[in-house]
C-alpha cells in the first residue's frame, strides 16, 4: 500500500513545478512514507509498542461456528456504532433506546451468542478501493470510541461473513470462494424451518436458490426505515412462534437487537444483514458497489430504495406478520 500511495506521489510531482515550498513539502512527506515501516518496526520491537486489534475470526470461521454449536449471531458495523454515538443513518432515526440496546448486546456474555464486528480493524488489502478508502477514514475518526466498547481478550467474530463477494477484490479466485461458501451457508437452514423478519422490500431468498433447502419459509414483514420505533411489536410476534424454528433478520440495526433478544429466549437467531443481495450480486458477477436489485431493497440511492410491488403467490403465502 506504501508503494501505491508513492507512487501516486511520484505522479503528482511530475505535475507540479519543482521548486518551492510545496514541492519540499512533498518530498518530505515521500521520504517520511519511504522510512515509515522501518520507523515503525523499531517501535514495536525495541519501543515497547503496543499495536491494539480485536481478534476477529474470518467468515469461514464464523459460519463454522455457526454450524457446529447453532450460535445465534449479532453484527455490529459502521451503521450501529453511529448510532451507539448518537449518530442517525439513512434507515434508522437517532434513538437513544436503541444506542442503549446495543451497548448491552456487544457487551453480552451468552455463550449462544456471537458478536460480529467488521474485520477492517487492520489490513484492508483484499477489499476494493472505495471500501478501503471508507474504513480508513472511519477507523481514523471513529477508532479509539470503538475500541472503549470492546474487550481486546475476547474472540469476536466476522460481521462480513454474510458480505464475501461484493467488497472484495474479483479475481478468479474469489468466484471460486464465494460459489463454495455460498453453498457451505445454505447448511445453517438445510431441513430446517425458518422464520425471517426483514424488513419490507427486502424479500430476503426471494427469485434464487439461496433457501433451496429450508424446510418451511415463513416472514415477518417491518418497516424498512426506523424499524426500531416498532421494536414492542416487532419483538411480540414471536410469542406464537416455536423455539425450534431458525429466525434470520433482515432490519438493519434492529436485527442486532433482536438476535440478542431471542438468542435470550432460546431462539437461535441469526443477523444475517445483506447475504441475500450479496449473493444476487455474485450470481450476475456485478462489480458496481450497491447496484441496484429489482423487486429487493437495497439502500445505496434512490435506484435501490425504490421499492416495486411484489404480486408473487408463494412470496404471499409466507407472509405471517406485517408490522406497519
Known sequence: MLKKIIKELERFKKR??????????????????????????????????????????????????????????????????????????????????????????????????????????????NYVPPVINFWRKWMSKKRERVYSYLDMNRVYYNAFFTRVYMLLNKTDELYKNCGDYFEKIKKVWADRDVVICEGEGTRFGMFNDLLDGAKSISRILCPARSAFDKYGEILSAFNDISRDKLVLTAIGPTATVLAYDLCNTGYQAIDIGLLDVDYEWFLRKEVELGAPLEFKYVDSGKKGRKIHQLQDPEYKRQIIGTIK
Request: proline share 5%; glycine share 8%.
Open 16 to 125: 507540479t513545478f519543482c521548486s518551492g515550498k510545496k514541492y519540499k513539502q512533498l518530498e518530505e512527506l515521500q521520504y517520511k512514507l519511504d522510512n515509515l515501516p522501518y520507523e515503525i518496526y523499531d517501535k514495536i520491537i525495541n519501543g515497547g509498542l503496543c499495536v491494539q486489534i480485536p481478534r476477529i475470526k474470518s467468515a469461514d470461521e464464523t459460519l463454522d461456528k455457526i454450524l457446529q454449536d447453532k450460535c445465534s449471531l449479532s453484527r455490529f458495523g459502521d451503521g450501529e456504532f453511529g448510532l451507539m454515538f448518537g449518530s442517525r443513518i439513512h434507515y434508522q432515526n437517532r434513538c437513544g433506546e436503541l444506542a442503549r440496546r446495543l451497548k448491552e448486546v456487544i457487551a453480552s456474555e451468552n455463550p449462544n451468542l456471537l458478536i460480529g464486528l467488521p474485520p477492517c480493524f487492520a489490513s484492508l488489502d
